[in-house]
């Protein structure tokens, strides 16, 4: 049975984010119904909402970084009960029978749904994201939640969690891997953190001087501010994985003569034009690689919770309310945050 | 003792190549003294002879694809005697044990040194390649040439060969492989006929009509007009590896659609800035990777010799004089040879 849920959603690319009344369908037999306790606020929210990549259609209710309860289950699901705590991703759904979906990188399936903005494989709807009450998802696309984890913190974890661990993971790092992290915001601080726990040694590069202390909390070994010529030469082919999480246009040639040979830049927060022009001489002669990196499969976003569960990882956030969505924004346009903002659900109740 | 042989040298970045005379130096303990027979010639040569990358001493003797008959060798060379048949291909030297070495990519050495160019790390004096009589090289840099195998048409592969072999068995392909090559030159007739014979089913990406019926002769399952908007089309999210060869500045971007999710575009020919830029959008969303790769170690190169020697693989090669290098450089710049210059050393006695 279907249910009207209250959400928040974006009217046209000009008009702030308000409240919205939301049809969610009722569970079907392998659906799981969560009722939304908390939804962390990605930069893709705030391009979508703003129709920034031009694909968005409206009205559109942003939100991908979901923890909630199991509210009811359908009669085929296996895994998940009610009560269970759980999150959901990018991803709602997927073909299932790709070589992407067999490897279990279903981002990379041609029918791959997102959470918000897609369109659901079964009954033609316009899917819809997380600044909701309640979300209903096929089961395959539930994350089971390690006990323990504060559920706050975990959110971000759906997409600036799996997004930093996918790289880290696809290219091996381990004890002895030496990573470099560009940027020190939500995807940036995730890299240091998962990276340090998987035994690298972590640097940041970053422009801005004075954040050095907080890097350090976070596990960073190494401060390297990128705009410091001898600081540069002094990290001179030295990383195995350069994971770059500025989602702004930036200049990434000087990022690579600090790659070892078989050295890779991964980028996973900008999408758009190299520019200045990415020299392929120092890839060339050093035998170095940039390649790119979406969020990640459905197994491996599973593995980086338990990862998280037991190493205690969760994201630095400041929490708010649904109504406080568009001064977030704003604030993450300045990079104002340390270092993800978690929306509180409770306080759509106090919505008509 | 040092000897005095017969070169041909480029005086400055403005003169064509000349008659010059060249001391070499004589076999130390563990050097191998190669009477040069045949030389390949390639891009490179003529990029350093008119100083194109900026960074040519002159005079310089341009030639890294040598073929050779061992005319002497050092008290302590093993595994090679007087008249077997070698090779010496991009570098001569490298430091022996840093961790590029270690893993036998001697080009990523810092200390690897050029075979022309270059400067021998022991005495200091620059080193000059093989459009010459002859070469004295240190063992560990003298491949063996399998029994068999057209020794012209060898040639090439000291750095044609390697150069396209290298990413063919880094990224790992093998039967069941989609590998597209960029490109019908030198180094893309060579990537053509190595991936076949490594089993995989190769496409040729080609700007000009015409070249099918020679590109099915070397190998090619499929030829796609890379200015054929449906013909690009057609072959979306296809392969897993593409080996662009194009030496000059070209458009990168066409491709990118063109790789499957964890593909990658390894540039092999082209050095500078990649123009029009490079988007990463593609790249991030479909998780793909463009790479550089430089030749490839010593171990690869015997590998790859002994690889064409069991499957009789050698460049197509067009036979010239010495004397003929500056027709045939005029000639390579309209990609006018079908596949190499091969110069018959022999040529050189005539002069004075």
Redesign the interface.
Known sequence: MNSNVRAYAAASAATPLGPFRLIRRGARKDDVEIEILYCGVCHSDLHTARNDWGWTTYPIVPGHEIIGRVASVGADVTGFKVGDHVGVGCMVDSCGHC??CDEG?E??C?ESTYTYGGVDRQDGQRTQGGYSEKIVVNQKFVLRVPDGLDLKGAAPLLCAGITTWAPLKNYGVGPGSKVAVVGLGGLGHMAIKLAKALGAEVTLFTRSAGKEADARRLGADHIVLSTDAAQMAAVA?RFHLIVDTVPYLHDTNPYIPTL???G?LV??G?????????????????????????IGGIPATQEMLDFCGKHNITSDIEVINMQDINDAYERMLKSDVKYRFVIDMASLKQEA
Chains 1, 2 share one sequence.
């Not at 020299?279 to 050093?286: H, R």
Request: hydrophobic share 45%.
């Open positions: 070589e992407a990188h981002q990379h041609p082919v070892r040979f078989k890779t980028l996973v900008y999408l758009g034009p190299l520019e200045p022009a990415l020299n392929s001489m120092p890839m060339v002669i050093g035998g170095k690689a940039v390649a790119g990196s979406l």
